[in-house]
C-alpha cells in the first residue's frame, strides 16, 4: 500500500512540474484580431479573459495634468498624450468606437476578470520625472483596486523597471528591452525578461541562465507558427502573440 501511495504522489509531483513549465500565452494588446475589438480596448482584454489566455498586455502613458491612458502610441488624434490634458483625450474613439480607456476604467473591468492576468506595461516617457510619477501612480491604483497579484509590469525603461521594484518589491517586473543578460536583471530585483524573440535566438543561454536564476522568460511579439514552435521547444515561460488562439492550440 506504502509502495503505491509513493508511485501515486511521484506521479502527481511530475505532473504539476509538466503543468509549470510549459508554455503560456499572452495576448498583445489584448485580443484584438477579432470582431468588435481593437488595440488596448477593454474589448480586447474582455476577448482575451474569454479565450483563457494566461495575460492581457496593454500599455499606459501618462498625461500632462497627470491622468494615466491605456494606449499605445505616444499620439492619439493627432494629440500627443505627454503634452495634451485628459480633457481633451477623453472622448476620442478607439477604432471599435470605445472611448480611450483610462487605466481606473480598465482595472475596473478587471475586477470582474479573476481568470486573468494583466500585463501592464509602462511606455518610457521623456524625464525621469514623468516615469516616477506614472510608476506611482500605476501601482497606487493596482493597489487600490485590490490587483496586486493580478497585476505584472513591464517596461522598455530600466527606470521605470527599477522604480517599480522600490515601490512594490513583491511584484512581477520583467524588462523588455533584449539588452542586459539575466544575472545584471536579477541583481536589480526584476523578476524576468521579456525580450524580443530574435533577441533570445542570438542569446539562447539566456533562458535556461534566467531560469537557474529564478527569473522567468518572455518572448515577444510571437505571430509566425514556426516561431511559436521554435519558443515553445526552447521553454519559454510566456509567448506575447497577436494569434493567442492559435498560439494557444500550438502549446497543447
Request: charged letters at 25%.
Amino acid at each position: 500500500m506504502k509502495t503505491n501511495t509513493f508511485f501515486f504522489a511521484c506521479v502527481c509531483t511530475l505532473f504539476t512540474l509538466a503543468a509549470q513549465a510549459q508554455t503560456q500565452v499572452i495576448a498583445h494588446r489584448g485580443f484584438w484580431k477579432t470582431e468588435g475589438s481593437a488595440q488596448n480596448s477593454i474589448a480586447a482584454l474582455l476577448k482575451a479573459a474569454e479565450a483563457k489566455v494566461y495575460g492581457s498586455e496593454f500599455d499606459v502613458q501618462l498625461t500632462a495634468d497627470g491622468a494615466v491612458v491605456v494606449n499605445h502610441d505616444a499620439t492619439i488624434g493627432g494629440l500627443t498624450i505627454a503634452d495634451a490634458k485628459f480633457d481633451q483625450l477623453k472622448d476620442l474613439k478607439l477604432k471599435n468606437g470605445e472611448t480611450l480607456p483610462t487605466l481606473d476604467s480598465y482595472l475596473r473591468a478587471g475586477q470582474k476578470l479573476p481568470g486573468i492576468r494583466f500585463i501592464l506595461e509602462i511606455k518610457p516617457h521623456k524625464t525621469k520625472e514623468q516615469e516616477e510619477r506614472i510608476s506611482k501612480a500605476c501601482v497606487n491604483m493596482v493597489r487600490e483596486y485590490g490587483l496586486e497579484k493580478q497585476v505584472e509590469y513591464i517596461s522598455f525603461s530600466m527606470n521605470v523597471c527599477e522604480q517599480l521594484v522600490k515601490l512594490n518589491p513583491d511584484a512581477k517586473v520583467a524588462y523588455l528591452e533584449g539588452d542586459v543578460a539575466p544575472k545584471d536583471i536579477k541583481a536589480k530585483g526584476l523578476t524576468g525578461i521579456d525580450y524580443p524573440y530574435n533577441a533570445l535566438y542570438q542569446h539562447p543561454e539566456w533562458v535556461k541562465e534566467a531560469h537557474e536564476l529564478g527569473l522567468t522568460v518572455n518572448a515577444w511579439t510571437v505571430n509566425k507558427e514556426e516561431d511559436m514552435k521554435k519558443l515553445i521547444g526552447m521553454k519559454v515561460d510566456f509567448i506575447t502573440t497577436d494569434h493567442p488562439l492559435e498560439a494557444k492550440k500550438l502549446v497543447k
